[in-house]
């Protein structure tokens, strides 16, 4: 561990069920955990996996089926595909958009229920980078009664002993690192928050809460204690690329304990949305929460499923290939989103694979 | 009043039910009046939202129920909201394409209800440049048994006073500056005609519809004066931006004397097209008859609604910025549509309310 | 006929009836026959407008109500429309991918049955290359009991004599000029194969299938006896531009021995996909089978219809010009899919019926 160098990361590759690649560098050990941003879409993501295979969740159901309030504001033939597909254009939240509504999905929920979609849901699709967040936990909690993070701890994190959180124990904030948010204040900040100046939508999202201070008390990110606690399944994840590579070493069909099954993970990782996000204005793919490999972020097969995060961390698992991938690099990489290095990184994995 | 400058222009901005901006200048005086182009489009819009507003008018339901011919061709079921998001298809017109398709919506009418569509209705958007007109007067014609241009003039414009004309009366022909349609003549014009040579669909939307002509008697648009008479719903209306900032004041909820239901205007508003317009081959968004803000054209919050015309022009409210702003610049820039200054003049004025 | 020149091909031109231009450069000479790699699927499609015209294809019905097998994997909801407009998702084909599954459409039709579809159907499109030539000999097959390619000779080619085949008889092999398939072994293949290195689906779309070898035994295209003698409906077609021409000329409705009816050509002609083709990463339009023309692609009106093929070669028919066109250059021209030069042929083409 060393603090002079100017690149920091930590990089962990499973190929059939073993760690081939475990490395870190620079500020970050093997042992950090930090903040990985939208890579916690992918720890979530499991969290719904399992909903499906235990038959709670009906992909094709009305959201309004198992969340009544959500029918609000012509929004009550939504389906849960839509909804995962980034296809509801629930993307921004009317009046003051504060980090509670982030922290409890009871009050980040009601607020999405009550609001009129930004398109016509079913026309289109656009990254809902903080909202999908809520929008899984909310579900979650009309299923089964309680929150998404509980789950994910109790039934996917904790029997496996990964590094790779959604609301970090007081007793591990010794081993995080902060982020490095003051990227995020400038006026072209990372991965949610990256698009064209002067297009309405920005603030639309992010209304009036605070992405940018690295004042641990205000942001709105893992710095913040409060955040770190709760875990929010957009954004709040806290792991290591050991912890994440071990997590989605069992998103393969391969392992002896996979978190859930091949079929539905294949599932949530088939296309559902692909072009011009019209959130991001950027080519994006996705499939069921998952990010998906496109030419202009080829870091698998088309079978492959995961998630980046603002700061240039990725994770994915290639059911194709057989390998499972995590990167985090510190500080993170302006503009945000997975960074060319870790394009690079996966696609060597996949070479080596081959 | 100068006519020895290069350029002259039209511009009023309202905010918070005042005006703060009322300036014109070279050629175009604050009463001059000319014609707007599409922007007369924003002027149809509200005939729409009042029938949405009466119940007269289902946005979901099929155009056929209101227009059984329009069934013919494989578009029984087509909704009223794929045809005012520019969804239809039908774009085009067989045959000989004359001025007095768009002078007459039941002529015209005939025309598109017998019209096979261009693409399979609902599989993709196009700017409906002409058309689109012609599809909301029978519309309109066939659930009232009125002319749109009537109950715009009776029930819109008259109460209020504004100038902003679908169908221009004689007494007013003195204020009438005309435009300059010679741009219009030439292999790339403006607006509704901007796309890339040798692409087919120019000639076919345009048929044999004399664009160009600067000739009173032969331009299809306002400086003929049939055209001026009638104010063909897609391309006839005559304003001053004085008028059109003052029409689209009582567009915002604020207003003490709404033209329509705060809740019609934002479902209007509401995004339903996106992306690449196949028609013009750019990047276009669109609500219900509405032109929406995007990257490209930047003019206001994701809930602004308007609507840009050959030759520069731009109107639109903003219900996040309670702005309302009318912009006419004189000639009309190559090659039309919202010109740059527009879109910074819209920006400007979105600082200033901010 | 000339082995020198850099450059061969055939051109053949027909205009309201008639031929007026045959001609014939370098290699090729008018009767020469050779592989037109995906303008085959221009012949096929001919086989499915009957099937239409008869009654015997419904386009909006389920592709299972035909072929129940093909229900497996979610695809029971799959229209005809959505197959034969790319949309389906069945790029790909999980497993070993040998040229025997493109031989016998029992054997491919098998392993697409059972294929889950790599984008959720419907939700986009993208070039079925090589996978939509099984989809449609399976579906005539299951319809009919026969072969795509013995309907169409036995009611298409042979009643007309026209040089274009689907399965090349041996006593016209001393006709055939190989085409150079070794450019398709380079690592940015024409045609099917061309999108951007490392983008998962190419290995995908492909898997072990060598497209690339100029031996004559293990080419999987027309150069390979076996392939030449089948005809498969995607690529295997064999033709000289006088063929393809004269077969065109009877998909216009002045021909006096019409090919299929011009309502059903009209409505297969019908765009039914437009933008970013997912798999070839460019712009494309299709209708049903057909390739359509778009602004990067402006071939003719957009009621033109037709095919291109790696190669370079192109063949449509335009309603609106009343020509039928067919180009075949030689050697096919890197990267492949329609050549410029084709482009510029077909305006000039259109610029003298004009």
Known sequence: MNDDVDFSGQLCLWYRGEVVVDIAAGALSLDSLTGVFSVSKALSAL?????????QLTLDARVSMYWPEFAASEKEAITVRQLLAHQAGLVAIDGVVALDLFLDCSVGGAALARQFPLWRPGTAFGYHG??????????????????????????????????????????????????????????????????????????????????????????????????????????????????????????????????????????????????????????????????????????????????????????????????????IPHPMQFPGGVDARAIVLAQLAQQCAA
């Open 130 to 327: 903080l909202t999908i967040g809520v929008l899984m936990e909310e579900l979650v909690r009309r299923i089964t009664g309680q929150y998404l993070q509980e789950i994910y701890e109790r039934d996917i994190r904790s029997p496996r002993g990964v590094d790779a959180y959604l609301g970090l124990p007081p007793g591990l904030d010794a081993r995080y690192v902060p982020t490095d948010d003051a990227i995020l204040s400038s006026t072209q900040p990372g991965d949610t928050l990256r698009r064209p100046p002067l297009d309405g939508v920005t603030t639309s999202v992010f209304g009036n809460l605070d992405c940018g201070m690295t004042n641990a008390t205000d942001s709105a990110f893992t710095n913040n204690v409060r955040t770190r606690r709760v875990g929010p399944a957009a954004f709040g994840g806290v792991a290591s690329a050991r912890g994440l590579a071990a997590l989605y070493a069992d998103a393969l069909e391969s392992s002896p304990t996979p978190v859930a099954s091949a079929n539905t993970l294949a599932r949530m990782a088939q296309q559902h949305s692909w072009g011009t996000d019209r959130v991001l204005h950027a080519t994006r793919a996705y499939g069921l929460v998952y990010m998906l490999p496109h030419p202009e972020m080829a870091f698998g097969s088309p079978y492959a499923f995961g998630h980046d995060g603002a700061g240039g961390a990725l994770v994915f698992a290639d059911p194709r290939s057989q390998i499972s991938f995590a990167y």
């Open 47 to 55: 969290v719904i996996a399992r909903l499906v295979d235990s038959g």
